[in-house]
């Protein structure tokens, strides 16, 4: 199964600046994705990360907040832009494995962002 | 888009109780129903899921139903344990859409001793 690193793990930030987090596979994968979880909250799709071409967002996302990257097939970055109070959350990286046995999205074990 | 009911948000069971979290979905085209356990602080696991061609399937003390005409699907632990608290999230997508997960709300399932 694919071993997803997600880096950092936390950091506390003033408002007003950006944060970048870089997710790493240890194998090539199509699909990444990014999740937002907020306090408490369940799980929403921020993007998918196309490999080679601007990232895919959903409804009441944007690029301009967060920028994503997907240079190559095991590697992507979320940057969470002019940071607010309302942007504390936990990123969430995650990778569709079609190898694997069982399980099929596998998710990073996330990026716990505090915005003071 | 796709939108996914969780009930209910909390869960308190005695310790070897049955616990029941119930999901509905609105896209009739979704075809994959995976549920994760989220333990505090750690990233969410898959621990089982189902696929629209099949009712029923199990996995030791955890087993998922699907109704497919009410679109709504159940997981289902029997023999409860304390390791079992935690919050579980059931999902809906349509697997020719890349896997893109919509989430329910979750639900905060603890086991008394």
């Known amino acids: 199964s694919a071993v997803i690193s997600q880096k950092p793990s936390r950091d506390i930030c003033q408002r007003g600046t950006s944060l970048t987090i870089q997710c790493q596979v240890d194998s090539q994968v199509t699909m990444m994705f990014w999740y937002r979880q907020q306090p408490g909250q369940s799980l929403t799709l921020i993007a998918t990360a196309n490999q080679g071409s601007e990232a895919t967002y959903e409804s009441g996302f944007v690029i301009d907040k967060f920028p994503i990257s997907r240079p190559n097939l095991t590697f992507s970055t979320l940057t969470v832009s002019n940071m607010s109070p309302e942007d504390s959350s936990i990123y969430l990286c995650s990778v569709e494995d079609v190898t694997a046995t069982n399980e099929k999205l596998f998710f990073g074990s996330g990026t716990q962002l505090s915005v003071l | ?113």
């Not at chain 2, 061609?53 to 998922?64: C, H, L, S, T, Y």
């Not at chain 2, 139903?65 to 009410?70: D, F, R």
């Open chain 2, 1 to 113: 888009g796709e939108n996914v009911e969780q009930h209910p948000s909390t869960l308190s069971v005695q310790e070897g109780d049955s616990a029941v979290i119930k999901c509905t979905y609105s896209d009739s085209a979704s075809n994959y129903f995976p549920w994760y356990k989220q333990e505090l602080g750690k990233r969410p696991q898959l621990i089982i899921d189902i696929r629209s061609n099949v009712g029923e399937k199990k996995d030791q003390r955890i087993a998922v139903t699907l109704n497919k005409t009410a679109k709504h699907f159940s997981l289902h632990i029997t023999e409860t344990q304390p390791e079992d608290s935690a919050v579980y999230f059931c999902a809906a997508s349509r697997e020719a859409a890349g896997n893109k997960l919509t989430f329910g709300g979750g639900t905060r399932v603890l086991v008394k001793p």
